[in-house]
């Protein structure tokens, strides 16, 4: 059994039935927002990246996905990659004017991306998540969102090229 910090309840208290069938597992929810996990050792890992994605934002639907072998789960910490020490800035160049640089680095990568605080947490197919993660890194690191959509959209043409 583990026991989790969950800060997300109402999604757990949304898909519990569902969040507890796909891990195999007896979830109990706890006063202090706390979640206790029955289940075996391996499913006990899973859990663990299930409410890690749970607890950035992911709805759990997206964060079931991660039980899929082709798909991968990623966090980083833009403190990590940033040059400056105001990340309000760089939290605002990842998501872009409106979501734009967000909503692109999505849809070319097909991933899923959450933002909170300081952490990026990305959902996607394995082959692209790598791609994902390099774009907002060099976002992170001060590149021109123009030049991260070139380096996509390039990884996305040599990828076609190979089928």
């Given at each position: 059994?583990?026991?989790?910090?969950?800060?997300?309840?109402?999604?757990?208290?949304?898909?519990?039935?569902?969040?507890?069938?796909?891990?195999?597992?007896?979830?109990?929810?706890?006063?202090?927002?706390?979640?206790?996990?029955?289940?075996?050792?391996?499913?006990?890992?899973?859990?663990?990246?299930?409410?890690?994605?749970?607890?950035?934002?992911?709805?759990?639907?997206?964060?079931?996905?991660?039980?899929?072998?082709?798909?991968?789960?990623?966090?980083?910490?833009?403190?990590?990659?940033?040059?400056?020490?105001?990340?309000?800035?760089?939290?605002?160049?990842?998501?872009?004017?409106?979501?734009?640089?967000?909503?692109?680095?999505?849809?070319?990568?097909?991933?899923?991306?959450?933002?909170?605080?300081?952490?990026?947490?990305?959902?996607?197919?394995?082959?692209?998540t790598e791609t994902?993660?390099?774009?907002?890194?060099?976002?992170?690191?001060?590149?021109k969102q123009a030049?991260?959509?070139?380096?996509?959209?390039?990884?996305?043409?040599?990828?076609?090229?190979?089928k």
């Amino acid at each position: 059994m583990i026991t989790i910090a969950i800060k997300n309840v109402k999604e757990l208290i949304r898909s519990k039935k569902k969040l507890e069938q796909k891990l195999n597992a007896k979830i109990t929810l706890q006063q202090d927002k706390t979640v206790n996990v029955e289940t075996d050792s391996f499913n006990e890992f899973e859990a663990n990246r299930v409410f890690d994605a749970l607890n950035l934002g992911f709805s759990a639907d997206d964060a079931l996905r991660i039980l899929d072998e082709e798909i991968s789960f990623v966090k980083i910490n833009i403190k990590d990659y940033a040059k400056t020490k105001n990340l309000e800035v760089v939290r605002s160049r990842i998501i872009g004017t409106h979501g734009k640089t967000k909503a692109t680095i999505e849809e070319i990568t097909k991933c899923t991306i959450k933002l909170k605080d300081n952490i990026v947490g990305i959902i996607g197919p394995s082959e692209t998540t790598e791609t994902a993660l390099t774009a907002i890194t060099n976002i992170s690191r001060g590149t021109k969102q123009a030049n991260a959509y070139r380096y996509l959209e390039r990884i996305n043409t040599q990828k076609r090229k190979q089928k």
